[in-house]
């Protein structure tokens, strides 16, 4: 069982910067590919970014390529999310993911196992 913590959302202006961390309970979360996703209002939720379990292989989405960078410190338990130059479509809940152990890249709803609660980000024009 994994239980994911997110923080670090918030409102910024359009090219603002923001770090959001996600922190994982549980002594095997190196074993856990990780991903963020996001959900803006009346929307489907849609990856965002993944990194592998050993943090060796990245995947970003096509709109937040150059922009944003996934990494992760298994000392700590945390994943995070560099996010610059924020858009205005960019405004969403932004949710932490975890894969199932030693899987590949996570990079579909439907390969999480276990989610964050979500953190607001907002970026205004």
């Known amino acids: 069982q994994v239980q994911l913590v997110e923080s670090g959302g918030g409102l910024v202006q359009a090219g603002g910067s923001l770090r959001l961390s996600c922190a994982a309970s549980?002594?095997?979360?190196?074993?856990?590919?990780m991903g963020w996703f996001r959900q803006a209002p009346g929307k489907e939720r849609e990856f965002v970014a993944a990194?592998?379990?050993?943090?060796?292989?990245?995947r970003y989405a096509d709109v937040v390529k150059g922009r944003f960078t996934i990494s992760r410190d298994n000392a700590k338990n945390t994943v995070y999310l560099q996010m610059n130059s924020l858009k205005p479509e960019d405004t969403a809940v932004y949710y932490c993911?975890?894969?199932?152990?030693?899987?590949?890249?996570?990079?579909?709803?439907?390969?999480?196992?276990?989610w964050g609660q979500g953190t607001q980000v907002t970026v205004s024009s």
């Open positions: 993911a975890a894969g199932r152990p030693y899987n590949d890249l996570l990079l579909t709803t439907r390969s999480a196992d276990y």
């Open positions: 549980g002594r095997t979360f190196s074993s856990y590919p």
């Open positions: 990194i592998s379990w050993m943090g060796r292989s990245t």
